[in-house]
């Protein structure tokens, strides 16, 4: 889709060739002596709309106005979550009208947050999967016009919103793909042709180079799997070359069957969207790419299908990680800590200032949290406050859950030096205490997306986060020097 922000006046707006125009009426709107101020002088005089969050009021041919419908919404105080529901409620009201241009006129004293959650918005609630239907058709919308009382001030936030809108819809797109189509290898040269379109650096390893390198552990997951592994690695470099990147690495299970420890089958499908970490970290990428921050990132995906074969691995399977620790798999569902643990060892090499690694790694983490935060953990307090605060600001949010040694109990083995599961008990944190012996040299913080990455239902499909937080928390990164979210050394706690 196009954005285009724009200066205007309410009169300016009445103006304004278009299939559709959104008025967002504030608590401060103050009408002007235009049509479109007296339209919405009136509705508001008569009650029938008001500047509260959740009014909308539809007109058809208002005289003096350009366009030939106007939709009033409510947006309360103006800001960001009160405009990103008015946007949400107008776009869905306009979706049966085929209207291909919009204009969306935010309030006189719009913030950057009020104009980062109209792009978001529009985006989230136009977006239209069709990649894999024989007639492709619903998408309407194409052009959006974002009207502002200032648009070269608002400029910066409105190019950022732009390139995480488009981040979230690839990763979106990538995560509704279904899993015969989103293989190891797509993904791989899905990363591939990113980094050719924005000019970055990528290398996609196969199972013999991931087996010189020695991710036992990674291997072992996939290795029940007729679907090749890949482990790709991306690397955004807008800084200087010797600042100290931040990686992220997202779990790229393509589909998880459970394994051997298999799953039932109802709603298996979902385990498609099992990729949703990998997904995030190929739109935050894309999101980079066309924004370009002085910052260096890399992105590390460990990709594979998790299946039940004759070759697959076994409960009580010792292997060998990357790090050299030996683990007992006692549950082969528990997987995504099993590719995720070499992907953090290889992370080290790039002397990061700080490690983000994002999965959809537990069921638990969805009763804990449900589908409103995501779940995080962190080793480092500076690093888990800027998280925090990103998620905030892009209105992405997450939460932070607790790392007690307490917690690593039940992963002790008789057999290794580490279990893969322990009991059901804070299944959540339990995971994250397993990579956490891992991920012992930098600032580090894991992200349970289970519940987040995409919802279940009449709505089935992915989205797209923590896209949004991911790319504010860089963006918020930027200048900060060596790093600020890793000053001290890293942790534990
Ligand atoms: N991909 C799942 C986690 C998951 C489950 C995400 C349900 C969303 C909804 C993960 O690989 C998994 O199977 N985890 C197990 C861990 C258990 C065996 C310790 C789980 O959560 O049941
Ligand atoms: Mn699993
Ligand atoms: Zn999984």
Not at 32 to 52: F, Q
Not at 402 to 424: H, I, M, Q, T, W
Request: hydrophobic content about 45%.
């Amino acid at each position: 889709m196009d954005f285009e922000l724009k200066t205007l006046s309410l009169a300016g707006a009445a103006g304004e060739k278009c299939d559709a125009l959104v008025l967002l009426l504030s608590e401060s709107f103050k009408p002007g002596k235009d049509a479109l101020s007296r339209l919405a002088g009136e509705a508001l005089k008569a009650r029938d709309v008001e500047a509260k969050p959740g009014k909308l009021l539809q007109a058809y041919r208002s005289a003096g106005i350009a366009a030939p419908r106007v939709v009033l919404a409510g947006c309360g105080d103006g800001s960001g979550k009160r405009v990103h529901a008015a946007v949400q409620a107008a776009v869905g009201a306009l979706r049966a009208s085929g209207a291909k241009r919009l204009v969306i006129f935010l309030p006189a004293d719009a913030k950057e947050d009020a104009v980062r959650a109209a792009v978001a918005a529009t985006a989230e609630s136009s977006y239209v999967y069709v990649a894999t239907k024989s007639k492709p058709e619903g998408r309407e919308l194409q052009r959006v016009t974002i009207g502002v009382a200032d648009a070269k001030r608002q400029q910066p936030a409105f190019a950022a919103a732009q390139a995480a809108a488009n981040g979230i819809e690839f990763a979106r797109e990538l995560g509704n793909l279904p899993p015969n189509h989103a293989t190891p290898t797509r993904l791989g040269e899905e990363a591939k042709k990113l980094a050719k379109a924005h000019g970055m650096q990528c290398e996609v390893l196969g199972p013999k180079e991931v087996a010189k390198i020695g991710m036992g552990s990674f291997m072992a997951v996939a290795q029940g799997s007729d679907e090749p592994l890949r482990f790709i690695v991306l690397k955004y470099l807008g800084a200087a070359s010797g600042e100290a990147p931040v990686v992220l690495i997202g779990k790229g299970i393509t589909f998880d069957s459970g394994g051997i420890s298999i799953k039932p089958s109802q709603d298996m499908d979902e385990m498609k969207f099992d990729m949703g970490g990998a997904a995030s970290v190929l739109g935050t990428f894309r999101a980079l790419g066309e924004l370009k921050p002085a910052i260096n990132v890399i992105g590390l995906i460990p990709s594979c299908e998790n299946m039940p074969d004759g070759r697959s691995v076994k409960p009580g399977d010792i292997v060998k990680s990357l790090s050299g620790q030996t683990i007992e798999i006692l549950n082969t569902d528990a997987e995504g800590r099993l590719i995720l643990c070499d992907a953090l060892t290889y992370a080290e090499r790039f002397k990061p200032r700080a490690v983000v690694d994002i999965a959809t790694l537990t069921g638990a983490c969805v009763v804990a949290l449900g589908g409103v935060r995501s779940g995080l953990f962190a080793s480092d307090d500076a690093l888990a406050q800027a998280l925090l605060e990103a998620g905030e600001t892009a209105m992405d949010a997450c939460w932070r859950m607790p790392l007690d040694d307490e917690y690593s109990e039940g992963l002790k083995s008789n057999f290794a030096d580490v279990a893969n599961v322990a009991g059901r008990a804070g299944g959540a944190v339990v995971a994250a205490k397993f990579l956490q012996r891992f991920a012992g040299s930098f600032p580090w913080a894991h992200l349970d997306i289970a519940g987040t990455a995409w919802k279940s239902g009449g709505a089935k499909g992915s989205t797209g986060r923590p896209v949004g937080m991911l790319f504010q928390f860089l963006l918020d990164q930027q200048g900060t020097g060596p790093a600020k979210a890793a000053k001290r050394p890293a942790k534990r706690k």
